[in-house]
């Protein structure tokens, strides 16, 4: 039988040689070095790619490949996109609004939230949060053919409405990863499904509408929503699974029902938006001090095979021209990174439409050419100059770690 760990969200950077933070300056956008390092994102295998770059009022965004392979309809840089696991700084922030308001307290038990769901008392809210409840993650067991090496289960259940009281019960029945609270967490997204049921206890709301009201629309963003249906809202990129090469070749997902991910990953924006998004949240707008500061707290979790550094739906990112703070995503036939510099001055968010490009090699995934790209357009993006191509071609900067699912024999 084979066991599939699957991690739907945190891609955690690895940075060869990186140094401590702010070891040295950033330069500013380098228009010509982002095309063509986008560009070389494309040359590398992906289907289409576009982001966008920030350096205070200095901007930049592009596009590279297509969005359609039959119709070879190009892609464009405003195209809206399934962001994933980014959701969950959005969950968090909303969560961290009621702990200013005392509706919610971080180290209480889950349990006096969600009595009768969550029956360990020593599961807490920040254990949601930071990953430490040590709660199974529900999605291999939503698609449960994954467990037996097949993808048939994403198939079967494209149209499928889950609830999530549903998937939180199918998470906690799962056996835990350790005891609540040991160090190093485990990343699972059932612990942002059971803090968005939080949510809609304190505020007597629908979970994502109080975070469309409240997060969402209070950061300004004007192309970023829950969808309604299994349709993206607005202009997009078709978006095409290829889960390791099972999928071959591989298969447009860009219609599904979210609700398998819900407060977890399902949010939808562009990469505009997340800009404005970190810029909001990092530049006070959105919380106050000390639940920023909480927010950024960071203790190790397991993911992909490693163990990083993460806070509460946020995550940090060390490079040699400074610290970053963002998350990124992975669902279905998107991958989406956004990082944001501390003073949230700059910037760089990513999508990609192709997902799981990446072939299995010894039960391990091997890093591809196209995170090589990846990352050094991210890295030219937030360090600046020509410099940033050439160091990153010794010293790979590799996103979207935690797309890395692992399938081992059990």
């Not at 500013?28 to 289409?48: H, K, N, P, S, V």
């Not at 048939?152 to 005891?179: C, H, I, K, Q, V």
């Not at 999928?247 to 599904?256: F, G, L, N, Q, W």
Request: proline letters at 5%; glycine letters at 12%; aromatic letters at 8%.
């Amino acid at each position: 039988m084979r066991r599939v760990i699957v991690g739907v969200g945190l891609g955690a950077l690895l940075v060869a040689g990186a140094g401590t933070p702010a070891a040295a300056e950033r330069g500013g956008l380098d228009r010509d070095a982002l095309d063509r390092t986008l560009t070389a994102i494309e040359a590398a295998g992906m289907y289409g790619t576009y982001s966008a770059a920030q350096d205070g009022r200095q901007a930049w965004k592009g596009a590279a490949g297509v969005a359609d392979v039959e119709t070879r309809r190009p892609v464009r840089a405003d195209m809206r996109h399934r962001v994933g696991s980014v959701t969950k700084t959005f969950t968090a922030v909303a969560v961290m609004q009621q702990v200013a308001r005392g509706t919610i307290e971080l180290d209480a038990p889950v349990a006096r939230y969600l009595p009768g769901l969550v029956t360990d008392e020593r599961v807490t809210v920040r254990m949601l949060l930071n990953h430490t409840s040590h709660i199974a993650d529900h999605v291999a067991y939503a698609f449960p053919s994954l467990l037996q090496g097949s993808t048939a289960s994403l198939d079967d259940n494209r149209f499928r409405s889950f609830t999530d009281e549903e998937l939180a019960r199918l998470g906690l029945a799962a056996p835990p990863t350790g005891e609540p609270g040991a160090l190093p967490g485990s990343y699972s997204n059932t612990n942002y499904v059971l803090a968005g049921m939080v949510l809609e206890k304190v505020t007597g709301q629908d979970a994502e509408r109080y975070i469309t009201r409240h997060v969402i629309r209070k950061a300004g963003l004007r192309h970023t929503s829950f969808p309604r249906s299994p349709h993206i809202p607005g202009p997009h990129s078709k978006l095409y699974e290829s889960w390791y090469g099972f999928i071959d070749p591989p298969r447009d997902y860009s219609v599904y029902d979210m609700s398998w991910i819900g407060t977890a990953g399902a949010v939808v924006s562009t990469m505009d938006d997340l800009n404005q998004f970190y810029r909001a949240l990092l530049g006070g707008r959105l919380l106050g001090v000390e639940q920023l500061a909480e927010m950024k707290r960071t203790v190790p979790v397991a993911v992909g095979g490693g163990a990083f550094a993460y806070g509460l739906g946020i995550y940090p990112a060390d490079l040699p021209c400074g610290r970053f703070w963002g998350h990124d995503g992975a669902v279905f036939g998107s991958i989406t990174q956004s990082l944001t510099s501390e003073d949230g001055k700059r910037q760089v968010s990513i999508g990609l439409n192709l997902a799981k490009y990446q072939r299995i090699e010894n039960g391990t995934i091997p890093i591809h050419p196209i995170d090589v790209a990846a990352g050094n357009h991210l890295f030219t993006a937030l360090c600046g100059g020509e410099g940033a191509t050439a160091r990153s071609a010794q010293a790979p900067f590799v996103p979207f770690q935690a797309d890395r699912t692992l399938i081992k024999r059990q």
